[in-house]
């Protein structure tokens, strides 16, 4: 090889390192930009015992984010200080920062605005024992809105965007508790959507369900993100493969691995992660 | 034999039924054979007569305003105290105490609670014997019953609808107004209807408090009699048996239609909430 061969392959090779950087700056960048939710060396504890040790995390705008890992590693327990559902529990601390929006979730005490904005669906389908129309105004209505056309276009439009507007249109004002558990969660989504929030957190909203429901539930969710930024924990390894742009890895309190989803179950860093994605534990 | 055995203790279950609805059916049937021929429009809306013949209307109007005072007075305190233990209180050694001094309260004997109203209400408070002194002295006896029923209720409610409703953004307030409290209610209810029961049954602190006089009471601080006294004393005084009795079934047909009542407005509040 001539060396006047050699010293373009090194300007080449030279060139394609700075175009990676460039691009790796600008992804920094664009991360940077769509972080919803930041959140610094968080710890929580449950009077004496420690259940959180140090998580950090950066979770962008409008897309999902999984929380995986074995039972009691406090993949839920992270995941209700995001809406600080928490607060219910007596002799709970925390220390630590949750930035959404850059505003600290934890000095600002307006907990009611919070919860407005980071909605919330749980593992079983709790609606309350009233209608439909009721159960999905109830958020709404507390807040003050008594119009009923403005009441009604909430209602449709939130049980359209969690895809049972035509299953439940026609009894709108019967029980919310004698539809099947798939149908009474996405009345849920749809309740959580009525107070037109920002950001909605799932604790493990498949965990009830039968498969038909579940993969409703899923493709929901898929869809939802373009309109809001999900953090789902689930314990169903595929779900999270197949739903989620981010995963990240629990283990004890403490978050093991964070990376696109792709990464952590194809080529994860953490020999954890792998053993656990790979089922050899959990 | 273990054949045998079956037989046996299905035996003892059949006759430990059959002894306590029998003891009921013979008290009641007692009452309404002994006092039945005595019941007329005459002797219910009739007003008393000392020399016999007489109605009852005045002890069936006291009967009433004594449930009513004193259900108006003890069930808002009973509901708000029960809901601050239960929704509201720290779960500690307080609470603990309170709890066990509302359950220690509903085992005292009332003629206890009459001798304090006598004390407190009628002497104290210059009440006098009076319809309040009375409905005052039952609001204390009925408060625990209906803040342990009520703690109860609350307990049967999901902690998931407490999540539900507080994960949308409201209020402690607008939870428990909105959705506790309407899910509780039948429970509430059924802690109402008791209190009832204890009201119209009980006797001795009522003859405590409100005195016996047998007329109309003309204001709530007048001397009066409830249906329960009547009978003690009709009993007590003439031994006139069969008055008693009358007297009896229109206390158990008072019961028995406070009882479907309020059984009918649960069953409707439930369909209510649930359908």
């Excluded at chain 1, 710890?43 to 420690?50: A, D, I, R, S, V």
Aim: hydrophobic residues 45%; contains cysteine; aromatic residues 8%.
């Amino acid at each position: 090889m001539s060396t006047a061969v050699m010293e373009r392959s090194e300007s080449l090779v030279m060139e394609e390192n700075q175009t990676v950087k460039v691009q790796s700056q600008m992804e920094i960048k664009r991360e940077e930009k769509a972080s919803k939710i930041t959140v610094k060396d968080l710890n929580l504890f449950y009077g004496e015992k420690q259940a959180l040790y140090g998580v950090s995390l950066n979770i962008r705008e409008k897309e999902v984010t999984a929380l995986i890992g074995p039972s009691g590693c406090g993949k839920s327990t992270f995941l209700r200080t995001l809406n600080r559902m928490n607060d219910l529990i007596d002799g709970v601390k925390i220390t630590g920062d949750i930035m959404i929006d850059r505003e600290n979730v934890y000095k600002n005490n307006d907990v009611i605005k919070l919860r407005t904005k980071v909605g919330m669906v749980f593992q079983k389908p709790n609606l309350f024992p009233m209608s439909i129309y009721d159960n999905v105004a109830y958020g709404p209505r507390m807040q003050g809105i008594k119009n009923k056309k403005e009441l009604n276009q909430i209602v449709e439009e939130s049980l359209k965007g969690a895809a049972i507007w035509d299953e439940v249109k026609d009894r709108l004002k019967s029980s919310a508790l004698g539809l099947s558990g798939g149908q009474q969660q996405r009345v849920c989504i749809a309740r959580a959507i009525a107070m037109k929030p920002d950001v909605i957190l799932m604790d493990e909203p498949t965990s009830a369900l039968d498969p038909i429901s579940t993969l409703k539930v899923e493709e929901l969710i898929t869809n939802m993100k373009k309109d809001y930024t999900i953090v789902i924990v689930t314990h169903n390894m595929q779900q999270a493969a197949r739903i989620s742009d981010k995963t990240a890895f629990f283990l004890n309190g403490e978050v093991v691995e964070f990376d696109d989803t792709d990464t952590i179950f194809s080529t994860p860093s953490d020999q954890r992660t792998e053993d656990y994605v790979t089922g050899r534990f959990g | 034999m273990r054949q045998l055995k079956d037989y046996v203790l299905r035996g003892l279950l059949w006759l430990s039924v059959l002894l306590s609805v029998a003891v009921l059916v013979m008290i009641v049937g007692y009452i309404f054979v002994k006092g039945m021929n005595l019941i007329s429009f005459e002797f219910i809306f009739g007003d008393y007569s000392p020399t016999g013949g007489g109605g009852i209307w005045p002890m069936i109007v006291t009967t009433i305003y004594t449930i009513i005072i004193s259900l108006v007075i003890a069930t808002p305190i009973g509901i708000l105290a029960a809901l601050y233990l239960q929704e509201y209180a720290k779960q500690g050694r307080l609470v603990k105490l309170i709890r066990f001094a509302t359950e220690s309260l509903t085992g005292i004997p009332s003629i206890i609670y009459g001798l304090f109203g006598a004390v407190f209400f009628v002497t104290t408070l210059k009440m006098g014997m009076s319809i309040i002194a009375a409905s005052l002295t039952l609001t204390i006896i009925v408060l625990p019953v209906i803040i342990r029923t009520t703690e109860e209720a609350l307990k049967t409610v999901p902690q998931s609808y407490r999540e539900g409703s507080l994960a949308l953004g409201t209020t402690k307030l607008q939870t428990l107004y909105k959705v506790i409290l309407p899910s509780a209610m039948p429970g509430i209810l059924s802690g109402i209807i008791l209190s009832i029961g204890r009201i119209v049954g009980e006797s001795a602190a009522i003859f405590l408090t409100a005195g016996t006089v047998a007329a109309l009471p003309e204001s709530l601080f007048s001397s009066a009699r409830t249906l329960t006294v009547h009978s003690y004393l009709v009993t007590q005084e003439s031994g006139d048996i069969e008055l008693a009795a009358a007297v009896g079934i229109v206390l158990i047909v008072i019961i028995l239609g406070i009882n479907i009542s309020a059984t009918l407005i649960s069953k409707k509040l439930n369909k209510a909430t649930n359908k």
